[in-house]
T-cell receptor
Framework: LAKTTQPISMDSYEGQEVNITCSHNNIATNDYITWYQQFPSQGPRFIIQ???TKVTNEVASLFIPADRKSSTLSLPRVSLSDTAVYYC???????????FGSGTKLNVKP | NAGVMQNPRHLVRRRGQEARLRCSPM?????VYWYRQLPEEGLKFMVYLQKENIIDESGMPKERFSAEFPKEGPSILRIQQVVRGDSAAYFC?????????????FGDGTRLSIL
């Protein structure tokens, strides 16, 4: 299991871009990087997944450098409703045991 | 499409009783995962099932805990003779196949409280 390290918490203001970086030094060749969002009293919600370079969808972008030992989740123009815990996971191609660390608690202020 | 459905949302049991948590996966999904979450912590993997088979139960305590996913009906996580330390949120997730690069879709959990 490739463990991940991410900041415990971050503060931001509405309208700003937020970048959350995750370290995963022991990532294996077959591993993917996946991000989930969790609100209080709800289950985690899939945000984005990538293997290398850059992936973008309607809610976020994921930047992965060539060595893949880290990744950055970018949330453009956050709003108050983006206040949540964000989890970075490294998951293997044949490996379905997702390891959730403590996540990053993002607090968006008005 | 209905997402992953878990019930009950809240369950209160006294020490020594049994708790049964149910999970209906998303339509078309045959892979189910159970996780446990304590306050202010991340989710901890418990067990992975694929219709009628337990694939990986390495995260589930060997005593008092069991899980099943029958051919018909929801997946059940069963905790016998509950103790205070079993109080937690239990989440179920499902996926279309068992590969790690397939997103798991989560339900909103069952919050178990032990009196």
């Amino acid at each position: 299991l490739a463990k991940t390290t991410q900041p415990i918490s971050m503060d931001s203001y509405e309208g700003q871009e937020v970048n959350i970086t995750c370290s995963h030094n022991n990532i294996a060749t077959n591993d993917y990087i996946t991000w989930y969002q969790q609100f209080p009293s709800q289950g985690p919600r899939f945000i984005i997944q990538g293997y290398k370079t850059k992936v973008t969808n309607e809610v976020a972008s994921l930047f992965i450098p060539a060595d893949r030992k880290s990744s950055t989740l970018s949330l453009p123009r956050v709003s108050l409703s983006d206040t949540a815990v964000y989890y970075c996971l490294v998951v293997g191609g044949n490996f379905n045991k997702f390891y959730f660390g403590s996540g990053t608690k993002l607090n968006v202020k008005p | 499409n209905a997402g992953v459905m878990q019930n009950p949302r809240h369950l209160v049991r006294r020490r020594g009783q049994e708790a049964r948590l149910r999970c209906s996966p998303m339509k078309g999904h045959s892979h189910v995962y159970w996780y446990r979450q304590l306050p202010e912590e991340g989710l901890k993997f418990m067990v992975y099932l694929q219709k009628e088979n337990i694939i990986d139960e390495s995260g589930m305590p060997k005593e008092r805990f069991s899980a099943e996913f029958p051919k018909e009906g929801p997946s059940i996580l069963r905790i016998q003779q509950v103790v205070r330390g079993d109080s937690a949120a239990y989440f179920c997730a499902s996926s279309s196949d068992g590969l790690g690069n397939q997103p798991q879709h989560f339900g909103d959990g069952t919050r178990l409280s032990i009196l």
